[in-house]
């Protein structure tokens, strides 16, 4: 099974500022992956896939690069309505797995 | 809109059975993937299983494979998860979600229905 490590678990940032998430794989995903967003009580939210595309309706200040093994998710600047969980999320189709990383929280700082 | 509504959640015992539901509305569903994940209480996301739009085809994380069965009526709009022989570390909210482009790509996703495993 891929296993994603996300980095920070915490991440503590002002609002205005740029945020700046990471997400590693164990082994290549190629583009193959995904960030969602997740508020207190709600449920998750798909913001960019294949790595950089981002979701209709996603504000542009949410952008995703990398490729293979490491990505990241960057927030140019940080809204109140931006603080929540992150997660990174990569398929594969061999071996067949689909599997989420631990989650980044992004608090007020 | 596109809308998802899980239910069917509830307390049960270890060993025990549980069926849920996600109905859709607002897209084609008929089009679509379909997806559980799930979330134990404070943790993080675990896909659960996915079927393909005409049920031809259907795949489990192995922590519930054998156990747990995914279906799903196009004439209702409708997904399940037939939940089987049920552990305490099955006890999560469950969600559907759709694939928004057939890459496993979760998009919407519902609100989430509890399942509770406890005697």
């Known amino acids: 099974e891929i296993v994603m490590t996300q980095s920070p678990a915490t991440l503590s940032v002002s609002p205005g500022e740029r945020a700046t998430l990471s997400c590693r794989a164990s082994q290549s995903v190629s583009s193959n992956l995904a960030w969602y967003q997740q508020k207190r009580g709600q449920s998750p939210r798909l913001l960019i896939y294949d790595a950089s595309t981002r979701v209709t309706g996603i504000p542009a200040r949410f952008s995703g690069s990398g490729s293979g093994t490491e990505f990241t998710l960057t927030i140019s600047s940080l809204q109140s309505e931006d603080f929540a969980v992150y997660y990174c999320?990569?398929?594969?189709?061999?071996?067949?797995?689909?599997?989420f990383g631990q989650g980044t929280r992004l608090e007020i700082k | 809109q596109v809308e998802l509504v899980e239910s069917g959640g509830d307390l049960v015992k270890p060993g025990g059975s549980l069926r849920l539901s996600c109905a859709a509305s607002?897209?084609?569903?008929?089009?679509?993937?379909m997806s559980w994940i799930r979330q134990a209480p404070g943790k993080g996301l675990e896909w659960v299983s996915y079927?393909?739009?005409?049920?031809?085809?259907?795949h489990y994380a192995d922590s519930v494979k054998g156990r747990f069965t995914i279906s799903r009526d196009n004439a209702k709009n409708s997904l399940y998860l037939q939940m089987n022989i049920l552990r305490a570390e099955d006890t999560a909210v469950y969600y559907c979600?759709?694939?928004?482009?057939?890459?496993?790509?979760?998009?919407?996703w519902g609100q989430g229905t509890l399942v509770t495993v406890s005697s």
């Open positions: 979600a759709r694939d928004l482009t057939g890459d496993y790509w979760f998009d919407p």
């Open positions: 079927i393909s739009s005409s049920s031809s085809y259907t």
């Open positions: 607002g897209f084609t569903f008929g089009d679509y993937y």
């Open positions: 999320q990569q398929y594969s189709n061999w071996p067949p797995s689909i599997t």
